[in-house]
């Protein structure tokens, strides 16, 4: 179960990791791929979380 403090920080992750990751793939900078990769990933993996582990939600 996931707690529903957690779940707000993880879409807040997962907003600010994809701006990240699209800032990085408009830019291309040099290591602009690695960094795409480690950004993207943490977007791809807050997403995971918070659409199929089920709130806990208090009584």
């Known amino acids: ?3 529903p403090l ?7 992750a997962m907003i600010y990791c994809g ?3 699209r800032q990085n793939w408009v830019s291309q900078e040099p290591g602009w791929v690695k960094r ?4 993207g990933s943490l977007a791809f993996l807050s997403f995971v ?3 199929f ?4 939600m208090p009584n």
Do not use: G, S, T
């Open 1 to 3: 179960m996931l707690n």
């Open 6 to 12: 957690l779940a707000a920080v993880l879409l807040v």
């Open 19 to 21: 701006k990240v990751f």
């Open 36 to 39: 795409a990769w480690v950004y």
């Open 49 to 51: 979380v918070v659409a």
């Open 53 to 56: 582990v089920p709130l806990d």
